[in-house]
């Protein structure tokens, strides 16, 4: 599907419709066949020598995830540039008997590491990418560890260790025997900014697992039963004509006018959207000096909301105030979408599961120490200094509207049966994407949240090799959740436009 706007320019008392492209493309997956319909859930068993066998061989592999996970904190390597942080994954795996596929869609840094052979197949999911201009020492106080670099202020260099130590797991005990399948690491680059997975997804990823199995650093320890909004990324671009400011401001049409139109449009709309709508921008570009009239002025927008329908309406909108304030300031606009994150389906039978084994690993016990450093990361932020909250939280009903935030993630889950949790790697309500997330995934409260992920992941995914029945019912939920539900991707054409931000 494609879409086409107008813009304006106005030269002397002539108008011109130029026509600015809306480049986009959307896909249609289809979904494979169905098992027959297991609904009840299967009563949660005593855990077997396997699972045992998981968590054991995670935590021998304790110090080299350490070490991994620190690497790509020291890293810090943002969307489609994360080619150190991608090969200490992908290496680690191929030398431990996986088979890599890297370049994976068109990206350098995503790949798939493969072991094993046939049925079940079991996809684990690892992210990487860190978040621009956040760098951060591991303190209790704000402090830049390099001037202008970036910072993993999301956890992600835990979230790909996490998925690689249990994988390795996995692999493991299919080598010895005690398992029977494929397990398949997915390297997904560019979580934070284009989506890498809904790339994979493009290029046929995902498709034949199973279940997919991923997790999230948090401030809390849950099975999802929250999920994440749908939102819509795009940029737009306003062309005017310069002339000087004072001199001759009437042979002027500013670029800046027009971004300052369409900004304070979205901010009217506000008001007029519902509570679960969220809506964000950054003026990236609108002039460089008062006395010339910008010709050029840049606005990346963000726009979410609980479902993917919702998303489209305010969208709809958002266009055409963009075309009202190109028109009022006379000038030319454009609007280009960077991508799309669809909001999850969410797996009841999955998440109790993964709730039944994070309440049977339990949660770390934190030094004196590291309390302290929770605290003082609490109070430094003007939160109530809690400490940690590591352990499960009780399960509860799936909310109408899942809570801020969106993740790629929910497009793999219209692909196969996805199931996802959160484990405290921070302390309880410091600011996200922010200083204290980098500093606490840079140090051992994320490593202790790291392997209570890794051992979660390794038991639950032993759970889904060992138990057809299991398997059965949380796809029969998965065919019934995504029933008449049409997938589509919200990428350009072509490879992902690696971002400007470093
Ligand atoms: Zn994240």
Redesign the pocket.
């Known amino acids: 599907m494609r879409i086409r706007l107008s813009g304006v320019w106005l030269v002397g008392v002539a108008v011109a419709c130029l026509g600015p492209s809306v480049a986009w493309a959307q896909g249609a997956s289809s979904k494979p066949p169905m098992p027959a319909a297991a609904k009840a859930r299967p009563a949660a068993r005593p855990p077997s020598a396997n699972k045992k066998a998981a968590v054991a061989l995670v935590e021998q592999q304790r110090a080299d995830m350490i070490r991994t996970s620190d690497a790509i904190w020291g890293f810090a390597e943002t969307a489609l540039r994360e080619t150190r942080s991608a090969a200490a994954i992908a290496d680690y795996a191929e030398q431990h008997g996986f088979t890599v596929e890297r370049g994976v869609a068109g990206m350098p840094t995503a790949f798939v590491a493969s072991y094993g052979s046939g049925r079940p197949v079991i996809g684990i999911l690892a ?1 990487y990418d860190a978040l621009p201009g956040i760098s951060q020492k591991v303190s209790t106080t704000k402090e830049t560890l390099v001037e202008g670099a970036a910072g993993q202020g ?3 260099n835990l ?1 790909g260790t996490v998925s690689l130590g249990a994988a390795v797991a996995v692999k493991e005990l299919i080598a010895g025997g005690k398992l029977k399948g494929t397990v398949r690491l997915y390297g997904t680059p560019a ?2 900014r284009l989506g890498g997975k809904i790339y994979m997804i493009r290029d046929g990823r995902f498709r034949d697992d199973d279940v997919v199995l991923a997790w ?2 948090g401030d809390e320890t849950k099975a999802e039963f929250e999920g994440f909004q749908a939102n819509i990324q795009f940029v737009v671009e306003f062309q005017g004509r310069t002339a000087h400011a004072a001199a001759d401001p009437w042979n002027g049409r500013s670029a800046a006018d027009a971004a300052e139109l369409y900004t304070h449009g979205i901010n009217m709309l506000r008001e007029h959207v519902k509570p679960s709508v969220r809506m964000h921008y950054t003026v990236q570009k609108a002039g460089d000096v008062p006395n010339v009239i910008p010709d050029y002025a840049r606005v990346l927008t963000w726009l979410r909301d609980s479902k993917r329908a919702g998303v489209d309406d305010i969208f709809a909108r958002v266009q055409d105030i963009a075309k009202g304030a190109a028109l009022m300031a006379g000038v030319q606009h454009t609007l280009k979408i960077e991508a799309g994150f669809t909001d999850m389906a969410i797996l009841e039978t999955g998440s109790r599961l993964i709730h039944d084994n994070l309440t049977w690993l339990g949660p770390p016990t934190y030094t004196e120490e590291e309390e302290a450093f929770a605290r003082a990361l609490q109070q430094a932020t003007g939160k109530e200094p809690k400490g940690m909250l590591a352990a499960a939280q009780p399960i509860k009903p799936i909310p109408p509207d899942p809570p801020g935030g969106s ?1 790629d993630v929910g497009d793999v889950s219209w692909i196969a049966p996805t199931l996802h949790f959160s484990v405290a790697t921070a302390p309880k309500d410091v600011p996200w ?1 922010a200083w204290p997330v980098v500093a606490a995934s840079g140090m051992s409260i994320g490593h202790k949240g790291m392997m209570l992920a890794a051992t979660t992941l390794a038991a639950t995914a032993v759970d889904l090799y060992e138990n057809a029945a299991l398997r059965d019912a949380i796809r029969a939920e998965w065919a019934e959740k995504t029933k008449g539900v049409t997938y589509r991707w919200y990428i350009p054409e072509g490879p992902p436009p690696v971002p400007d931000s470093k």
């Open positions: 992210e999301c956890g992600h979230f979580e934070e999230h650093p993740s994407h």
